[in-house]
């Protein structure tokens, strides 16, 4: 089986490399599907974005990082996997990805979103927040992979 969880990832942080490790210990291939919707208004070019993500999961054989534009399940059918996999962190995610799982299954019933819940050591981490405090001069090296630290910096500072 294989599992498609995709985000903006701008950029990839801890909390998201967590959720793919225990992913790829439950399919035989997980892909990080990295949106080039630039109605995001993402700070990192969708280049740049994909760079840190191969970077922070380089150690996992099963992980592949792949960008994507248009309709997700669209996507997910075209890489010929079988799930949608997105990461909860506190109830205030829940309202949001509740209504995103509801959409995604109307637009393919035989698609599943299953949901898995980071280290606690990363449940209050999110990507802006890593690059407000980046922004500001704050020790972020805690929360993403060094060659993210090093490209948050360049950019922010
Ligand atoms: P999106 O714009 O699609 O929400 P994100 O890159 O912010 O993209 O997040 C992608 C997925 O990863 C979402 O399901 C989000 O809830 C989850 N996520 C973000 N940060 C963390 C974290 N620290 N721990 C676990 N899951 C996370």
Redesign the pocket.
């Known amino acids: 089986m294989r599992a498609v969880?995709?985000?903006?990832?701008?950029p990839i942080?801890?909390?998201?490399a967590?959720?793919v490790a225990r992913a790829c210990r439950l399919f035989s291939e997980v892909i990080v599907a990295i949106?080039d919707n630039p109605a995001?208004r993402p700070t990192f070019s969708i280049e740049e974005r994909v760079e840190m993500a191969q970077a922070a999961l380089a150690h996992l054989p099963n992980a592949a990082v792949r960008p994507f534009g248009g309709l997700l399940v669209d996507f997910v059918k075209a890489q010929g996997a079988q799930a949608i996999l997105?990461?909860?962190?506190a109830i205030s995610?829940f309202e949001f990805?509740f209504q995103l799982a509801s959409m995604n299954r109307h637009l393919a019933p035989d698609i599943e979103t299953l949901f898995?819940?980071?280290d606690e050591r990363?449940?209050?981490?999110?990507?802006s927040l890593v690059r407000e405090v980046a922004s500001l001069g704050g020790d972020v090296s805690p929360f993403v992979h060094e060659k993210v630290r090093d490209a948050l910096y360049q950019k922010l500072r």
């Open positions: 969880y995709p985000g903006t990832f701008d942080t801890h909390g998201h967590d959720i949106t995001k997105r990461g909860l962190r995610d990805e898995l819940t980071p990363y449940a209050f981490i999110s990507s």
